[in-house]
């Protein structure tokens, strides 16, 4: 059974730093691109970052770039989002997703999610 | 802002149909690309409905069906069911963009 879990969430002020994390098991992890996908309280869901199974490849939302880092480490099939200088629109629930299709980074639709991890930016 | 539109909202009686439209343009859906739709029940993860345009992945009911005609897509859903209601998004490919993948707006689906 596939699983995601992903872990890391806490309240941080305003201009601080935090890395998520996402635990993959039930499938082969090194085989698939992953994806970061959050949802702010009340709102709809948006797409943050994804990188390829081998790492080769990274893409960020606009509106994370320079100030969010995907990575990944195969040998403890895991996920990392660092997180810096956050801000309060950065308040949200951060999905770990799983794309559909082995060794794919574009056009694919996300057929595994986490729970989520909630993420408060307040002072 | 999403470049994918959704109605906020539609709703049925059970046992009706209902449909959720999704509305792209050229560097997205009418490029070609495949779109996707998610349901996300009350307090939980989005779940795959449907993927590539109109397929099913295993265990989701043929109630579901999808749809796409030039810059738009569409999710259909018969025999409405009170376990339906929920939101559902569309997601795509937009090559033009530098993050370039994007979720529809949301369609919340209420059963009368």
């Known amino acids: 059974e596939v699983q995601l879990v992903e872990s890391g969430g806490v309240v941080v002020q305003p201009g601080g730093s935090l890395r998520l994390s996402c635990a993959g098991s039930g499938f082969t992890f090194d085989e698939f691109t992953m994806h970061w996908v959050r949802q702010a309280p009340g709102k709809g869901l948006e797409w943050v970052s994804l990188?390829?199974?081998?790492?080769?490849?990274?893409y960020y939302a606009d509106s994370v770039k320079g100030r969010f880092t995907i990575s990944r480490d195969n040998s403890r099939n895991s996920l990392y989002l660092q997180m810096n200088s956050l801000r309060s629109e950065d308040s949200a629930l951060y999905y770990c997703?799983?794309?559909?299709?082995?060794?794919?980074?574009?056009?694919?639709?996300?057929?595994?999610w986490g729970q989520g991890t909630l993420v408060t930016v307040s002072s | 802002q999403s470049v994918l539109t959704q109605p906020p909202s539609v709703s049925g009686a059970p046992g009706q149909r209902v449909t959720i439209s999704c509305t792209g343009s050229s560097s997205n859906i009418g490029a070609g690309y495949g779109v996707h739709w998610y349901q996300q029940l009350p307090g939980t993860a989005p779940k795959l409905l449907i993927y590539g345009n109109s397929n099913r992945p295993s265990g989701v009911p043929d109630r579901f069906s999808g749809s796409k005609s030039g810059t738009s897509a569409s999710l259909a859903i018969s025999g409405l069911q009170a376990e339906d209601e929920a939101d559902y998004y569309c997601?795509?490919?937009?090559?033009?963009?530098?993050?370039?993948?994007?979720f529809g707006t949301g369609t919340r689906v209420t059963v009368l």
């Open positions: 997601q795509s490919y937009d090559s033009t963009l530098s993050g370039p993948y994007v």
């Open positions: 990188i390829s199974w081998d790492a080769g490849t990274t």
């Open positions: 997703a799983k794309a559909l299709n082995r060794w794919e980074y574009s056009r694919s639709s996300f057929d595994y």
